[in-house]
């Protein structure tokens, strides 16, 4: 419902003509229960592809984001508006060594823990998100040029170099 809520809303502004995003949820990587019944996301190497699968509510909550996505667009591209999706889930999913979890305290700190995947390291795994996006606003502007780029960073550094 949050979904439709505000695709619908995005869908019904009368001058906006930006581009929606939707990035999907970085998946739970509790293991042995929930994360307040003795859950615990203690790993410390992502996951190989074979190793994990989305399942579950995790699964049912993707499945639901772009069900609810593809709706918004359709209705969006009617009105002339631009949606993209920004699937991170899977490449979340392989990364459970990416939390603090108990490693995001100090040994002697007299902390209660819980264990949560909202949280991440940083830098970490959802800097990848940044790049992602990034390269995404660089193909909607159309400044997806990899030489002129290049050499724009390496004409700075030499800037940067000689001052």
């Not at 772009?66 to 490449?91: H, I, P, S, Y």
């Not at 007299?110 to 970490?124: F, I």
């Not at 795994?125 to 724009?152: A, C, R, V, Y």
Request: proline share 4%; glycine share 8%; charged share 25%.
């Amino acid at each position: 419902m949050a979904f439709r809520t505000a695709f619908r809303a995005i869908n019904s502004l009368e001058n906006f003509k930006g581009i929606t995003f939707l990035r999907t949820f970085a998946p739970s990587h509790f293991e042995n229960g929930e994360w307040n019944r003795g859950g615990n996301c203690l790993r410390t190497r992502p996951f190989r592809t074979n190793e994990t699968k989305l399942e579950g509510i995790n699964l049912d909550l993707y499945v639901t984001q772009l069900e609810e996505f593809k709706l918004a667009e359709r209705e969006g591209n009617k009105v002339g508006l631009k949606f993209r999706l920004l699937d991170t889930t899977q490449a979340m999913l392989l990364r459970p060594d990416g939390h603090p979890s108990r490693y995001g305290h100090w040994p002697h700190e007299n902390v209660t823990l819980y264990n949560d995947c909202v949280h991440w390291c940083l830098p970490g795994p959802i800097d990848t998100w940044s790049d992602f996006l990034l390269e995404m606003l660089k193909m909607e502007g159309g400044g997806h040029d990899k030489n002129s780029n290049q050499e724009k960073l390496h004409s700075s550094d030499r800037k940067m170099k000689f001052r």
